[in-house]
């Protein structure tokens, strides 16, 4: 079947492009999995639940990583259109997909759940899209639920955006009820892209994507001019000049086609093989009689807390560093630097987006690279100001730098919570509990308010989630965004074995919290590591100040009580299989520490996945 | 449940062994060991290999037991070529004493047939108080035997309950006396420690019964939950609490200090004697790499180099010999490694020591670290265990190995 969507140049007047944005779990792929059956470009048999979400972490978990984006047909009043739909992730740590997204559109759908009402993503999410002067589309999703309550929400979303209530759209993704009426109303809203046909070729990249049998597929939207097969291009930035093999579009499959014009949304392959060759952001013109002037670029997404990836098995570090080197090839916010520990041996310094972001590059690691790994505590990075001056930018606790420290910096972040009125009293006790400072407090509802702290970052990585859902009996969402650095009064604090700091459990704390993490790891470290034929001091220290102590009591018995001739053969497979479980063993000192307790001890505060 | 048998190579089905694990023999001692696989009931610790009536019914009975064996002892004179005096014999089970004093007397008759003993021979048997009686102690010492080990395990009635031993408290003693009474010079009594449920009174009363009886050797055994056992099952299911290993190293230091005080000295990490005499020869062979020849069910052998083992079952024993092929299930011929690994585990647990040039250059140092931790004393060209290091034997052997 061929559509109107199907050949491009299509007139820009008869163009829409918008994305789908909300908060995570509202329903955006869904809604999309509805739109692309009611556009026809996928057949009913075809179809499958978030159709989009084609990694297997994302089919897995239920969520979106990647935005992705769509060409579909639409008729209104019997005039075609086309329409370029994104469906965007709604997860924090993917803020910046969102922000892509929004560069390529002129609207935006801000989908609600209507039996939860706007939560922390949702006013971020729209706060974005405002700031690109997107057209927002208002609407209310999973009205067929029995707990829906759209006019209650509709007056929260009125009173946030300053519309109507009746303005607000009400759809059901899963049944497909009102999903036409929302097309029609995004070709009536949302203005056509405008651009300068006759003028050189610009267009924006907003992603890029290493494919193993096609190399780097560059997804782009033209701005001004046109964009052929078999030109040759140029990347703004660098200079650097490629010949177009395909250009196409995407409806949901790729399609190669004659070429896109103003406003189209689409890719482009020239055959590198490096995505950062053909960087997110940049602007590609024509190599002859190109453009002078590039388009706004993004900002970059800089990753926000590290974490050190040993594999347990020393010698899988080289797998480990290729396995790395793939994933980045995707994604350009993952950064690694080699770094050895005492304890763990060999391994990576990795800088992520945030906990779900490591959470899922290691589940990556583990499943598609067969990798068995051991992750470090995450932290954020400190500036520490000397006082003879000299900086030093920390990403590792035990790069701390000994000696007189004059300043030291954190990354704090600007914190929205949503939570039903009831929660108020619970989460001001948490939040000033973890170093936040009140910066404001709204009503959303009668009943519903946001709050809004500064707060370090170091804070939220730690258990903050977790506690704030657990207080609020999960009714409370969590967003954040960074807001620069601020002075704090940070210690590091050094688990010490039998006298021995043991690098991988120290951790940047503050003063206040110092005692509390050094009593809970000692405890910890009790429980998991074995009796030894010694005894065996733990201690918690800042420097050379002891905080906490406790000691794994010395083995008494080791020695099975019978060996009768038929044993021999038993006992000696038995040494054997005890000697192989040494290997594993990692010695701090004289120590024998065992892998899992490693595991254990480090991953209590375990990052959650979903908000 | 009897435990699984070793993985192995498959044994030759005529017996044979290789030439390399027959030079030699004679010039070192050799032992026999008679397994006898039956029992009344099974003691709910227990993964022997041993049956009951009830799980034999008529696949096997002793008597087809007895014809195996001497089929068994037919194929060892004639793999070993010159037939062997054996300088040791121990009638181990399950329960011997079952046979009662005229199927040991068989056992005995048979073995003197096909090897015949070297003079001065150690001849044990083990068995179970309750299958006992002056009687009994009289036959077995006319047919030969020379050394009674019972199986005491505890006097407390409350800790032989747990461990489903059917004698009454007092009957192990007045075995041991009988015994003695038949002539017995060496009569030993077995005792496990750290049931649960047993209290330090308890310990205290049953060494108290053992000093009592007069024994002039005594084997304590901390208890061992073996996988599969009833034992097993009933602390898995929370009805009874897996001993711990602290209040198992205070029973051990219990014992040892009752016994030293009493004239015994250790000289395996689990056996006591009064005397050089009083030591079990045939055990002390089996640590010192001697050779020996196991028959019966489950047995296991050891000939230069060669360790093998038999098929567990009474009827397929007795059938596959009756065919005319060996019963042994498997084996591993040991390399040089092997051999010395199995020296370190074996010989560290003597109170004889380890030679240190067993040892390798590594392994040497890391005996100087622990005697410098307290586990090790150097003794002439040897390392002993300290009293700490007993408790704590197979750390010590893992340190001292690659
Ligand atoms: N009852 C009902 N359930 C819906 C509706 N729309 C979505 N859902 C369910 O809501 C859950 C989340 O839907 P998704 O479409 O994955 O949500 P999302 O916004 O794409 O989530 P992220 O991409 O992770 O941010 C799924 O279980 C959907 O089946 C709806 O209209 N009605
Ligand atoms: C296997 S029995 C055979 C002799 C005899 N049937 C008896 O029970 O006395 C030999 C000795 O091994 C010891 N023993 C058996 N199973 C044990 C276990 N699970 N833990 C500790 N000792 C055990 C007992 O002390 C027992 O006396
Ligand atoms: S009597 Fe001895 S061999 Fe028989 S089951 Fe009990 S402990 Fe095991
Ligand atoms: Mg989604």
């Known amino acids: 079947m061929t559509t109107f969507a199907d050949t491009t140049f299509t007139p820009p007047e008869l163009i829409r492009n918008f994305c789908i944005i909300a908060h995570i779990d509202h329903g955006k792929s869904t809604l999309a999995d509805r739109m692309l059956q009611i556009t026809g470009v996928v057949e009913a048999r075809a179809m499958r639940a978030q159709y989009l979400d084609r990694m297997d972490i994302e089919r897995e978990r239920g969520i979106t990583i990647k935005a992705q984006n769509v060409r579909l047909p639409w008729q209104v009043d019997g005039q075609d259109h086309v329409l370029h739909m994104i469906d965007t992730p709604g997860h924090v740590d993917f803020t910046y997909e969102v922000s892509r997204a929004l560069e390529a559109c002129e609207g935006a759908v801000l989908l609600v759940d209507a039996a939860q009402g706007i939560e922390a993503q949702t006013l971020a999410n729209l706060y974005l899209a405002m700031e690109n002067e997107l057209t927002i589309i208002p609407v209310l999703n999973k009205i067929d639920l029995p707990a829906a309550d759209p006019d209650k929400y509709a007056k929260e979303i009125a009173h946030i955006i300053g519309c109507e209530p009746e303005e607000v759209l009400r759809v059901s993704a899963k049944t497909g009820l009102g999903v036409g009426e929302l097309l029609d109303e995004v070709v009536k809203k949302v203005p056509a892209p405008v651009g300068e046909a006759d003028s050189p070729a610009r267009a924006m990249i907003f992603d890029s994507v290493y494919d193993t049998y096609r190399g780097v597929v560059t997804y782009i939207r033209v701005v001004d001019g046109k964009i052929t097969p078999r030109e040759r291009i140029k990347m703004m930035s660098t200079g650097a000049t490629h010949e177009i093999l395909e250009v196409g579009i995407v409806s949901p499959e790729p399609k190669p086609s004659r070429g896109l014009g103003v406003g189209e949304v689409g890719y482009l392959i020239t055959g590198v093989k490096d995505v950062r060759q053909s960087k997110v952001g940049d602007t590609v013109t024509s190599e002859k009689k190109g453009a002078s002037e590039p388009l706004a670029g993004y900002r970059e997404p800089r990753p926000m807390v590290y974490s050190g990836l040993y594999p347990v098995d020393g010698s899988d570090y080289p797998e480990l560093r290729e396995a790395l080197e793939k994933l980045q090839l995707n994604d350009a916010a993952l950064t690694f630097e080699p770094e050895t520990s005492a304890a763990l041996g060999f391994g990576f310094r990795c800088g992520f987006l945030g906990l779900l972001h490591l959470e899922i590059t290691r589940d990556r690691l583990e499943r598609e690279y067969g990798l068995d790994l051991i992750s470090t505590a995450p932290n954020v990075v400190y500036r520490v100001i000397m006082e003879d001056g000299t900086e030093h930018v920390v990403t590792n606790p035990s790069d701390w730098p000994e000696g007189k420290r004059a300043e030291v910096y954190e990354p704090v972040t600007k914190c929205t919570i949503i939570a039903p009125s009831d929660y108020i009293g619970a989460i001001m006790e948490l939040c000033q509990a973890k170093r936040g400072q009140l910066g404001g407090m709204d009503y959303l509802s009668e009943d519903r308010v946001e709050l809004r702290y500064t707060m370090p970052l170091g804070e939220i990585i730690f258990d903050f989630f977790d506690s704030l859902k657990s207080r609020t009996r999960g009714y409370a969402s969590l967003d954040y965004e960074e807001a620069g650095e601020a002075e704090a009064d940070l210690v590091k604090v050094d688990i010490l074995l039998q006298g021995e700091a043991v690098d991988a459990f120290s951790a940047i704390v503050h003063k206040d919290h110092a005692y509390g993490y050094g009593t809970r790891m000692a405890t910890k470290l009790r429980e998991l590591i074995p009796r030894q034929q010694f005894e065996v001091p733990i201690q918690a220290a800042i420097g050379s100040r002891v905080i906490a102590r406790e000691t794994i009591r010395a083995i008494r018995k080791d020695v099975l009580a019978k060996c009768y001739g038929g044993d021999i053969t038993r006992k000696r497979k038995l040494l054997e299989k005890q000697k192989e479980g040494k290997k594993r063993m990692k010695m701090v000192g004289r120590v024998e520490v065992p892998q899992e307790a490693f595991v254990a001890a480090l991953s209590t505060e375990e990052p959650k996945g979903k908000k | ?402």
């Open chain 2, 1 to 402: 449940m009897p435990s699984a048998l070793p993985e192995g190579e498959p044994a030759p089905a005529d017996g044979s062994l290789p030439a390399s694990s027959l030079s030699g023999l004679g010039s070192r001692p050799f032992g026999i060991y008679v397994h006898v696989p039956f029992c009344a009931t099974r003691c709910g610790y227990c993964d022997f290999n041993t049956y009951t009536p009830g799980e034999l019914g008529s696949s096997a009975s002793p008597e087809s037991w007895l014809e195996g064996l001497r089929r068994e002892l037919d194929l060892a004179a004639s793999v070993l070529g010159t037939p062997v005096p054996a300088s040791t014999v121990f009638v181990g089970g399950g329960t011997p004493s079952l046979l009662g004093a005229a199927g040991l007397t068989d056992v005995l008759d048979a073995i003197y047939q096909s090897f015949g003993l070297a003079p001065g021979a150690e001849v044990t048997t083990e068995s179970n108080p309750e299958s006992t009686s002056p009687e009994f102690f009289a036959g077995i010492r006319d047919a030969g035997y020379t050394r009674v080990s019972l199986g005491m395990q505890s006097a407390a009635r409350h800790v032989l309950a747990v461990l489903d031993r059917k004698h009454t408290p007092g009957r192990p003693v007045d075995a041991a006396r009988e015994a003695r009474a038949a002539g017995f010079e060496h009569v030993n009594l077995d005792l496990i420690y750290g049931t649960p449920g047993e209290r330090p009174s308890d310990l205290a009363a049953s060494l108290d019964a053992v000093l009592e009886a007069g024994v002039d050797h005594v084997s304590a055994y901390a208890l061992i939950v073996e996988d599969g056992t009833g034992l097993a099952r009933r602390i898995r299911r929370g009805d009874l609490p897996m001993p711990d290993d602290d209040v198992l190293a205070s029973s051990y230091e219990m014992v040892d200090s009752a016994l030293s005080g009493a004239g015994f000295s250790w000289y395996e990490v689990s056996n006591w004697a009064t005397s050089v005499e009083a030591q079990c020869r045939h055990n002390v062979l089996y640590w010192k790499g001697a050779d020996w020849w196991g028959f019966g069910p489950g047995a296991h052998s050891h000939v230069g180099g060669v360790r093998f083992w038999n098929v567990k079952h009474p009827a397929r024993y007795s059938s596959l010999l009756a065919e005319g092929h060996s019963p042994a299930a498997g084996r591993e011929v040991l390399s040089e490694e092997d051999r010395r690994v199995e020296r370190v585990l074996l010989e560290l647990r003597l109170a004889e020591g380890l030679p240190l040039d067993v040892l390798d250059e590594a392994g040497r140092e890391e005996a100087k670290r622990a005697v410098a931790d307290g586990l090790l004393e150097p003794l002439d060209d040897r390392c002993v265990l300290t009293d700490r290091g007993r408790l704590l034997a197979d750390a010590v052997v893992r340190r001292l190995l690659p």
